[in-house]
């Protein structure tokens, strides 16, 4: 910077009287109180008296400013900030009134470039700088967005450079994060099996993941669900907005080729601070293959019995118009604590079972599962010797291959 400033004309600024120096300086604060306080006669500037006007005044505009703001003064490009920026420098010690390259060596090189521009005449902004800064004695990348701007003297001389500054690393690595979590987030969403979206009130998909845009492909979106599933799960998503619980239904989804294929979907709510739903985040996952299975299953009712009879898990399949329990593990009499009867177990019986307080809720499941809706649920029981035990159960409808509901199944 030396060679900018031996091409300008020395100009005499007229000093303040000693008795007058303390009503220059009009600021308060920790900087204001250490230019006051140091001895500067055996400083380039010299004693406070002789200090130029322009650096007077630019010094009670910046000490006045709650914005960080930094200025390099002379050839010599002496450092002077207010308290905002006193943190920045925190770890660096004397650093008021030192050549800028001292205190940020680290730095020069990027940053002098654009200080020549300033002393040239020219105003410099950038709202995204990235520079390496020694802080406690490890370089640290940060971020920052500045502005240099020339400071003139009464004749128009450029005599140092203005710098209002904030760091902006927060915010930078904030957003970085933000980023990589949705990369990674598409990422996984991507590799999965099963289709993902969210959906705002009008349960319109405001994203979805590769698998499900394939899927619907060329679909309409009114042509999504199989025209006999979309009054059930009509009547699910009411429930859970009314509720503010989430969405399980299965049913038939149209893919790209016209094919309908059965899925069980869930949706959650994602609610903002004041607890307002602002959108459902979902999953569909493919059963249709699991579905003919079932349905084969349910014809080979010996290796049905085979299975539950080896469960430690409680299964049964109750007739819907009855409510018979058709089928019951030897599971059931364990858990429940109950013995063999000669007489079926029947809905009203088990829902007999659940204790009180959880009765009311297992009471609407009958409902909601002839809606076509699948339930996860946890109740409590009470035993026949009175003890009480948690029960966690899955309860679905069993669909016929003409679309109708005939009967519940369930693990519990």
Not at 67 to 86: K, P, Q, R, V
Request: charge should be negative; charged fraction near 25%.
């Amino acid at each position: 910077m030396t060679e900018y400033f031996d091409k300008r004309r020395s100009v005499p600024h007229t000093p303040i009287t000693a008795k007058s120096l303390s009503t220059w300086l009009h600021a308060d604060g920790a900087v204001a109180d250490q230019i006051r306080a140091r001895d500067w006669s055996g400083t380039s500037l010299g004693p406070l008296s002789t200090w130029p006007s322009t650096l007077r005044n630019t010094l009670n505009l910046v000490l006045n400013s709650g914005l960080s703001t930094l200025i390099l003064w002379g050839e010599e490009l002496l450092c002077f900030y207010n308290d905002a920026y006193a943190p920045i420098i925190e770890d660096k010690s004397d650093t008021l009134g030192q050549p800028f390259v001292e205190i940020f060596p680290e730095v020069w090189p990027q940053v002098a470039p654009l200080l020549l521009k300033a002393l040239a005449g020219e105003t410099t902004f950038n709202d995204n700088f990235s520079v390496r800064i020694e802080r406690n004695g490890v370089l640290e990348e940060s971020w920052w967005a500045f502005s240099y701007s020339p400071i003139y003297d009464e004749i128009g001389t450029i005599c140092g450079v203005f710098t209002p500054m904030y760091e902006i690393t927060g915010r930078i690595l904030a957003e970085r994060q933000r980023k990589d979590s949705e990369s990674s987030l598409n990422i996984h969403s991507d590799i999965l099996p099963s289709m993902l979206w969210r959906v705002q009130e009008t349960h319109l998909p405001v994203w979805m993941n590769r698998q499900m845009e394939e899927y619907f492909r060329g679909t309409p979106h009114a042509d999504w669900v199989h025209p006999h599933d979309r009054a059930s799960l009509a009547a699910a998503w009411h429930r859970a907005e009314q509720n503010g619980g989430g969405v399980h239904h299965s049913h038939r989804l149209k893919d790209m080729h016209g094919d309908y294929r059965w899925h069980v979907a869930t949706s959650e709510p994602r609610r903002d601070e004041a607890g307002k739903i602002v959108e459902w985040v979902g999953i569909a996952t493919d059963i249709h293959d699991l579905h003919l299975a079932a349905e084969a299953l349910g014809e080979n009712e010996t290796l049905l019995r085979s299975f539950a009879d080896n469960s430690t898990d409680m299964l049964w399949i109750a007739d819907v118009a009855s409510g018979e329990v058709q089928y019951l593990s030897p599971a059931f009499y364990r858990i429940w604590g109950e013995q063999p009867a000669d007489t079926p177990v029947t809905w009203d019986h088990w829902l007999a079972t659940v204790h009180p307080e959880d009765r009311a809720k297992q009471a609407q499941s009958r409902e909601r599962l002839m809606a076509g809706e699948m339930l996860h649920e946890e109740y409590r029981i009470v035993r026949q010797d009175g003890t009480i035990r948690w029960i966690r159960g899955t309860l679905f409808p069993i669909i016929s291959a003409d679309g109708a509901i005939r009967k519940f199944g369930g693990i519990a």
